[in-house]
């Protein structure tokens, strides 16, 4: 490699580094300025108000805990019925497999808008219009079809020489999925409950269709900060937001660097 | 293959939703059923009840009041649970519009924050009850003589609404920038030709309100608007907006080409010194924002000499509210002279009362005129002196879809 290559290489990294990580360098300072007015150079006074809110004020906490236990619940939920499905539909006949991964595309493609009008009316129609039970049950249609996606191409590709040598030395279902199929699956499933969490987290459209505002979470929050102008709050939630997506990121990279074989 | 399973997911989700129907008890008391009733029996069966509130939940002094203040004292005192949920303009009327064709009995709000278009569209499908706003007990104390309050947006509110703040549209301007700014439209547009690109309005509803004041201003005043509307009218008076707008434009903040989204997107090129006005469709904004650090402290609040639109705000009930007696006790207690004050205090929320301080007893009076007259504020008779009132809502929908293809 020629010097003027690896010029341009760190020209570009040190470039792509600034445009990831200077929006936010922004955001972690709005969210602590107070009264900062171009053309000063340094805000007014510096205030962690904005994150003591996110704890404190009853009902951005209130958003918070709704987000977090969305994301989990979504992610678990998602999963556990994700797995099988992609399993069962990656074994059985390509009309089957099509199909499903068609309906799987479908949940995810569809804009969230139209997804939520029809999700609206069902979740309306048994009576969870603006709780939480409701905007889960919401939440778990796109998750799902990224989830069922997700395994489907685990499993299209699935070495089952492992679990027919299990079989022929005699151990039934349970022992193979305790022994052989789970401990194989480990990776997807930490990746699939990840996508499933943040699937969930950054849900706006459908949280406000079927939780009609009743079902506050912290997107929605930010969103109405941002829009009253309260640039401060606006931007300790938004960091909030991106926390775990870059925590899931950050775990990803570190498992990954103890995983023989992925492309990350 | 796919089709019959879809088919029994489909039976099996209506089935299900059906047995929840019925389920569920006969539908609770109506607004319009309470109103008949002595007021004791309204507050015999608010006790104990939740009332959810939809409502623009965008400003954190507004949720303070309503969470930290309105919440625990109805609760404490009339065994009300007030929750404030978010929700405003057309996502009521597409939320209820929903639950009433998926025949929802129970719906999940009892309480709406509404105005003009809003009330309009929820009165035309049917989703309000009432009338009950006239059986409140604190109904007695609202100014009735006040066009701004009894008619919203030239609609009668029938007793489908009731009042709970007044506000009025000003210009916000910084003291120390701006000493001596301008006072009425002429001399606005005199200061934009001489200070290029200091001055715009945004596109949303503050912006189309500035603009409908100067509609009015520059056709005679609101007299020839008001009634029902009038397309001929409208049509000469859009005109001879335009034109001035069309000779303002070159000078407006990037010449014109591009507007604010929104008061916020205004309030941050204000604060940030890329324009030297901000404006707000409550006239206190400028206290409240400098006291939040959004705007600089030395802001104040100015209403052209031309006049400016003020408004009223109310409180609606759903068609199928399950605590309509709950909302109807916290309706009448935010028109408590309590409340109503606690609301006006700038660090509060500063929005204006909708009760006739005059009828008050004197003790009330003395604690509204000490709040009215904080220096910061634009004083209440000259406000009062430029207050203009709102038209059919048609003015406001035509006027913002003809600046959209015309002018934007």
Not at chain 1, 134 to 145: N, S
């Amino acid at each position: 490699m020629s010097a003027r290559t690896s010029l341009v290489r760190t020209l570009s990294l040190v470039a792509l580094l600034l445009f990831v990580t200077a929006p936010l360098l922004l955001l972690v300072v709005t969210s602590l300025a107070r009264g900062w007015f171009a053309p000063a150079l340094l805000p007014d006074h510096i205030d962690g108000s904005a994150w003591r809110d996110l704890v404190t004020d009853a009902a951005r906490r209130e958003a918070l805990v709704n987000s977090l236990v969305l994301g989990i619940m979504t992610a678990i939920v998602a999963t556990a019925l994700a797995l099988p499905l992609g399993r069962a539909a990656a074994r059985s006949t390509r009309a089957v497999r099509r199909s499903v991964a068609l309906l799987a595309f479908a949940a995810v493609a569809l804009p969230p808008v139209a997804l939520g009008v029809g999700l609206q009316l069902t979740v309306l129609t048994l009576g969870l219009g603006g709780t939480l039970a409701g905007v889960f049950l919401a939440h778990l249609v796109p998750t799902l079809g990224y989830l069922t996606l997700v395994f489907l191409g685990v499993f299209a590709q699935w070495d089952g020489r492992m679990d027919e040598a299990a079989a022929t030395l005699g151990a039934d279902v349970r022992t193979r999925w305790r022994l052989v199929l789970l401990p194989l699956l480990r990776r997807p499933i930490a990746d699939a409950l990840a996508l499933g969490f943040l699937v969930s987290w950054a849900q706006v459209a459908l949280t406000l269709l079927v939780g009609g505002g009743a079902v506050r979470t912290l997107p929605l929050d930010v969103l109405a900060m941002l829009q009253s102008g309260q640039d401060q709050r606006a931007a300790a939630g938004a960091l909030a937001l991106a926390m775990p997506a870059l925590l899931v990121l950050g775990l990803s990279r570190a498992a990954a660097r103890n995983t023989a074989a992925v492309a990350a | 293959m796919r089709i019959p399973v879809v088919r029994t997911l489909l039976s099996t989700t209506l089935a299900l939703g059906a047995l929840i129907a019925c389920a569920t008890p006969a539908p609770p008391a109506n607004a319009a059923t309470l109103a008949a009733m002595p007021w004791d029996s309204v507050l015999a069966r608010a006790r104990g009840q939740a009332v959810v509130w939809r409502m623009w939940r965008g400003d954190p002094s507004i949720n303070a009041f309503i969470d930290g203040w309105v919440a625990p004292r109805v609760l404490e005192r009339y065994g009300v649970t007030l929750r404030a949920v978010n929700g405003q303009g057309n996502e009521l009327v597409d939320q209820l519009t929903v639950e009433q064709e998926a025949g929802a009995k129970d719906g999940t709000a009892s309480l709406l924050w509404i105005n003009g278009e809003t009330f309009g569209a929820l009165r035309q499908r049917g989703l309000l009850a009432g009338p009950w706003s006239h059986v409140l007990p604190s109904a007695a104390m609202v100014d009735s003589a006040s066009p701004i309050i009894t008619r919203d947006f030239e609609q009668d509110p029938a007793g489908y609404e009731s009042p709970w703040g007044t506000v009025q549209q000003a210009l916000i301007y910084d003291a120390t920038r701006t000493p001596n700014p301008p006072r009425s439209l002429a001399e606005l547009s005199q200061w934009a030709r001489a200070h290029p690109g200091r001055f715009t309005y945004d596109q949303s509803f503050a912006g189309m309100t500035l603009l409908k004041g100067w509609f009015y201003a520059l056709n005679g005043g609101v007299a020839t608007y008001q009634g029902r509307f009038d397309s001929t009218k409208y049509g000469a008076g859009r005109d001879r907006l335009f034109a001035f707008l069309d000779s303002l434009k070159p000078f407006l903040w990037r010449q014109g080409t591009q507007y604010p989204a929104d008061v916020a997107a205004m309030h941050r090129l204000f604060a940030n010194g890329e324009i030297d006005f901000s404006l707000s469709n409550n006239q206190n904004e400028a206290v409240t924002k400098a006291l939040q650090g959004i705007i600089p402290a030395t802001s104040r609040a100015l209403v052209l000499r031309d006049g400016t639109i003020a408004n009223a705000h109310y409180l609606g009930i759903p068609f199928n509210a399950p605590s309509a007696a709950g909302a109807m006790v916290v309706a009448n207690f935010l028109l408590s002279p309590e409340a109503q004050l606690e609301k006006q205090r700038p660090q509060v929320w500063a929005d204006g009362t909708v009760l006739r301080i005059a009828t008050l007893p004197a003790e009330w009076r003395a604690r509204f005129d000490s709040v009215v007259n904080d220096p910061r504020l634009v004083p209440a008779d000259t406000l009062r002196l430029y207050a203009r009132p709102e038209v059919s809502p048609r003015y406001h929908e035509r006027l913002q879809a003809d600046w959209r293809r015309m002018i934007r």
